[in-house]
T-cell receptor
């Protein structure tokens, strides 16, 4: 069963724009919500993560917003750059991943 | 480098062959994982080892056989595979099974002919 539902499947953003990727989870026992970034030919790499005791975490241009009551969390990429073009995965504590979002940032 | 090394990077095998994928981590982690990544499916968790003990097997067909001789090494033995098994096989490690921070290798691209 898919424990983490991610959307959209693909996203095209202009350089300098904001990219937003959403995830919804089912199991309220989850207490750690990471995002991974994967470039072609590479394995996923941890990008940023949040615990449910905070509603937002920011690292540089990347921000996670967490809505515990809605059981949703999202990744915001500010001032998106062509180098951000990759596939992004949300994950749940049980090491299961969302379906992935292929982000393309156009120059 | 991620600290997790997978070999080979590419593998082509026939359906009657037997081959093995190797994963080695240099991070001092105690948990290791096998994932399958197909073109149109989410990352699928296959097996989990924590302190060398298998703690999870997600209904993986028996033609995939994992082996974890120590906390630094993980193998995936393959035999009589099917074309639909063609995928990228990713190995990952974490400090232990309770800490969900995964370090992935760059995977083995497997093609079954």
């Amino acid at each position: 069963q898919q424990q983490v539902k991610q959307s959209p499947q693909s996203l095209i953003v202009q350089k300098g724009g904001i990219s937003i990727i959403n995830c919804a989870y089912e199991n309220t026992a989850f207490d750690y919500f990471p995002w991974y970034q994967q470039f072609p030919g590479k394995g996923p790499a941890l990008l940023i993560a949040i615990r449910p005791d905070v509603s937002e975490k920011k690292e540089g241009r990347f921000t996670i917003s967490f809505n515990k009551s809605a059981k949703q969390f999202s990744l915001h990429i500010m001032d998106s750059q062509p180098g951000d073009s990759a596939t992004y995965f949300c994950a749940a504590f049980t090491m299961r991943f969302g379906a992935g979002t292929r982000l393309t940032v156009k120059p | 480098e991620t600290g997790v090394t997978q070999t080979p990077r590419h593998l082509v095998m026939g359906m009657t062959n037997k081959k093995s994928l190797k994963c080695e981590q240099h991070l001092g982690h105690n948990a290791m994982y096998w994932y399958k990544q197909s073109a149109k499916k989410p990352l699928e968790l296959m097996f989990v080892y924590n302190f060398k003990e298998q703690t999870e097997n997600n209904s993986v067909p028996s033609r995939f056989s994992p082996e974890c001789p120590n906390s630094s090494h993980l193998f995936l033995h393959l035999h009589t595979l099917q074309p639909e098994d063609s995928a990228l096989y990713l190995c990952a490690s974490s400090p232990d099974g309770r800490i969900p921070v995964l370090n992935f290798g760059n995977g083995t691209r497997l093609t079954v002919t």
